[in-house]
């Protein structure tokens, strides 16, 4: 049985029963006492491992409660090319990589580009099919946008993929087709993941197992010893088991299975001691704001970014990815199966409508702490907070979009005063709600510093700050990274706080979070971090 003793340095509990305790004791992977020095000492043997903070500070290890490891992987990792406006900051630039790329591939290889940016690449044009086959007669080639909800394929791509003009667009999915119904080359939502698969599939298992191995190694690097597969599918199964068979340093795993039907059956899931578990169901109620997917009250802004880069008509408000009716009876099916619901809204108008539906939901079937969660929340309005506050639904905020997109959001798409309210996590944590943040890894890097900071400054790579009013303080924030996020999944009895017979996950910084400004706080750094009392990642 492994002891181990931590003392010699701020220790940061986040649990109001044990404030600024000298010492924490661990046991077999638990925390067996949070007091003083000579009170852990006794609740251990001799042979205890002693570990001196020398000044350093000890935290819960960090959860982000929704993230993608596994697809990360998928959308991230070699031989997918980096394009992102951070590598390539223009439209020209990037077609520059593509040819690159294309005059060094096999006859037949699929190819695939992820971080195309209609906010971000400023000279961006649609990428025509016709435009794609010029580049690449006779590859497969896909170039899929930075925000993941959309891809735009080559006649080769469409062909390897089973697209044509008889392909009946599936419920949830848009394939945008000429006057002919001839596909243009430009899908989204649903059907880009499933087609993302034959990418995928065509490369192999090795590459993705590989790919995996880096990607959880960034979460544990980031002191992320808890994550979401947000978009779990059955078939990822076999990945997370294998890392758990080698001994891998992958943060705990909560999967939320995605549905695009009411007749999936839901997997039982339960690996380890709380290594990976079933949390939930994940259901698409709209997309992205960055392809003009959501249901909004109030339209979009009218510009060159919205009217040309992103294809939209004047007055454009979004809808639905579903057909209402068959939205509903998805989310009813399976919150009636007594499953936590994880439901992606981003419009006002969407999460009028999910909202709704909750309170119908809960007369037909009474639930006391469904933890029914609306995740991203960028454009939701104070009234709306209040009563999902009521009807105990709670949010999980991605608030990375304010730090990599903070500008074309304010200018281009919604105005100063949407800005100011962007991502409310602010009000929502005035109104009472327990919030959780997000870096939705594949779409932003995995690291909680940058959630908190970017929840306390609100501030966009240009400098501006979005929304003084919803800054959160540093414990609000650490809080929506740990024990907040802990209840979001459901484990708070177990995970995101120092307390005794929790497992001992921790992280250890440099500096102190509590004493940082708010605008040093991502710039920490991470020294360890444990998970079930073993050091699994030390940055010496
Ligand atoms: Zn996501």
């Given at each position: 049985?492994?002891?181990?003793l931590?003392?010699?340095?701020?220790?940061?509990t986040?649990?109001?029963?044990?404030?600024?305790?000298?010492?924490?004791?661990?046991?077999?992977?638990?925390?067996?006492?949070?007091?003083?020095?000579?009170?852990?000492?006794?609740?251990l043997?001799?042979?205890a491992h002693?570990?001196?903070l020398?000044g350093k500070?000890?935290l819960?290890?960090f959860?982000?409660?929704?993230s993608?490891?596994?697809?990360?992987?998928?959308?991230?990792?070699?031989?997918?090319?980096?394009?992102?406006?951070?590598?390539?900051?223009?439209y020209?630039?990037?077609?520059?990589?593509?040819?690159r790329?294309?005059?060094?591939a096999?006859p037949?290889?699929?190819?695939?580009?992820?971080?195309?940016?209609?906010?971000?690449?400023?000279?961006?044009e649609?990428?025509s099919?016709?435009?794609?086959d010029?580049?690449?007669?006779?590859n497969p080639?896909?170039i899929?946008?930075?925000?993941?909800?959309a891809?735009y394929?080559?006649?080769?791509?469409?062909?390897?993929?089973?697209i044509?003009?008889?392909f009946?667009?599936p419920?949830g999915s848009?394939?945008?087709r000429d006057e002919?119904?001839?596909?243009?080359?430009?899908?989204?939502?649903?059907?880009?993941?499933s087609?993302?698969?034959?990418?995928?599939?065509?490369?192999?298992?090795?590459?993705l197992?590989?790919?995996?191995?880096?990607?959880v190694?960034?979460?544990v690097e980031n002191?992320?010893?808890?994550?979401?597969?947000?978009?779990?599918?059955p078939?990822?199964k076999?990945?997370?088991?294998?890392?758990l068979?080698?001994g891998?340093?992958?943060?705990r795993?909560?999967?939320?299975?995605?549905a695009?039907?009411?007749?999936?059956?839901v997997?039982?899931?339960s690996?380890?001691?709380d290594?990976l578990?079933m949390?939930g169901?994940k259901?698409?109620?709209?997309?992205s704001?960055?392809?003009?997917?959501?249901?909004?009250?109030?339209?979009?802004?009218?510009?060159?970014?919205?009217?040309h880069?992103?294809?939209?008509?004047?007055?454009?408000?979004?809808?639905?990815?579903?057909?209402?009716?068959?939205f509903?009876?998805?989310v009813?099916?399976?919150f009636s199966?007594g499953?936590?619901?994880?439901?992606?809204?981003?419009?006002?108008r969407?999460?009028d409508?999910?909202?709704?539906?909750?309170?119908?939901?809960?007369?037909?079937?009474p639930?006391?702490?469904?933890r029914?969660?609306?995740?991203h929340?960028?454009?939701?309005r104070?009234?709306?907070?209040?009563?999902?506050k009521?009807l105990?639904?709670?949010?999980?905020?991605?608030?990375?979009h304010i730090t990599?997109?903070g500008?074309p959001i304010?200018?281009?798409?919604f105005?100063?005063?949407?800005?100011a309210?962007?991502m409310p996590?602010?009000?929502?944590v005035?109104?009472?709600m327990?919030?959780?943040?997000h870096?939705?890894?594949?779409?932003?890097?995995?690291?909680a510093?940058?959630?908190?900071?970017a929840?306390?400054?609100?501030?966009?790579?240009?400098g501006?700050?979005l929304?003084q009013?919803e800054?959160?303080d540093?414990?609000t924030?650490?809080?929506?990274v740990?024990?907040?996020?802990?209840?979001?999944?459901?484990m708070?009895?177990?995970?995101?706080?120092i307390s005794?017979e929790?497992?001992?996950?921790f992280?250890i910084?440099?500096s102190?979070?509590?004493?940082?400004?708010?605008?040093?706080?991502?710039?920490?750094?991470?020294?360890?971090t444990?998970l079930?009392?073993?050091r699994?990642w030390?940055?010496?």
């Amino acid at each position: 049985m492994t002891e181990i003793l931590f003392y010699g340095g701020p220790i940061i509990t986040v649990d109001s029963t044990h404030i600024d305790p000298e010492a924490v004791a661990v046991a077999d992977g638990k925390i067996v006492c949070v007091g003083s020095r000579l009170d852990a000492e006794k609740s251990l043997s001799s042979k205890a491992h002693c570990i001196d903070l020398e000044g350093k500070s000890l935290l819960p290890g960090f959860i982000d409660a929704h993230s993608h490891p596994l697809w990360a992987a998928k959308t991230r990792g070699a031989p997918v090319v980096d394009v992102r406006a951070e590598t390539v900051p223009t439209y020209a630039a990037l077609m520059g990589k593509i040819k690159r790329r294309v005059a060094v591939a096999e006859p037949g290889e699929y190819l695939l580009f992820f971080g195309l940016d209609a906010q971000l690449h400023p000279d961006m044009e649609s990428p025509s099919r016709e435009t794609l086959d010029e580049i690449a007669p006779n590859n497969p080639i896909g170039i899929q946008t930075s925000n993941c909800h959309a891809l735009y394929l080559n006649s080769a791509g469409l062909q390897a993929c089973g697209i044509d003009e008889n392909f009946e667009t599936p419920t949830g999915s848009i394939i945008e087709r000429d006057e002919n119904k001839r596909p243009t080359g430009k899908i989204a939502e649903a059907i880009t993941w499933s087609t993302l698969e034959y990418f995928y599939e065509a490369w192999g298992d090795i590459r993705l197992s590989e790919g995996f191995a880096t990607t959880v190694q960034e979460f544990v690097e980031n002191g992320i010893t808890t994550t979401t597969e947000h978009l779990y599918m059955p078939f990822y199964k076999v990945y997370f088991q294998n890392a758990l068979k080698h001994g891998w340093a992958m943060p705990r795993i909560a999967a939320y299975q995605q549905a695009t039907t009411s007749d999936m059956a839901v997997e039982s899931l339960s690996e380890g001691d709380d290594r990976l578990w079933m949390a939930g169901v994940k259901i698409h109620a709209d997309g992205s704001p960055f392809i003009g997917n959501i249901w909004l009250t109030q339209p979009y802004l009218e510009n060159e970014i919205t009217l040309h880069r992103m294809d939209l008509k004047p007055g454009h408000t979004g809808s639905l990815n579903y057909p209402q009716d068959y939205f509903e009876e998805m989310v009813r099916t399976y919150f009636s199966q007594g499953w936590q619901m994880t439901v992606h809204t981003q419009g006002d108008r969407t999460i009028d409508m999910v909202l709704d539906l909750v309170e119908v939901l809960l007369k037909e079937t009474p639930r006391p702490d469904h933890r029914f969660r609306l995740e991203h929340c960028a454009l939701m309005r104070e009234d709306q907070i209040e009563r999902a506050k009521e009807l105990g639904v709670i949010c999980s905020f991605f608030i990375n979009h304010i730090t990599h997109w903070g500008g074309p959001i304010e200018d281009a798409l919604f105005g100063p005063e949407r800005a100011a309210h962007y991502m409310p996590a602010g009000t929502a944590v005035k109104k009472g709600m327990r919030i959780s943040l997000h870096a939705d890894t594949p779409m932003t890097d995995p690291s909680a510093l940058e959630l908190m900071k970017a929840s306390m400054t609100r501030t966009a790579k240009d400098g501006r700050c979005l929304g003084q009013d919803e800054c959160l303080d540093v414990m609000t924030a650490l809080k929506s990274v740990t024990i907040d996020a802990a209840f979001q999944i459901g484990m708070e009895d177990k995970l995101g706080s120092i307390s005794v017979e929790k497992h001992a996950d921790f992280v250890i910084l440099e500096s102190n979070p509590l004493e940082t400004d708010a605008a040093n706080i991502a710039d920490i750094k991470v020294v360890s971090t444990y998970l079930a009392g073993e050091r699994i990642w030390h940055n010496d």
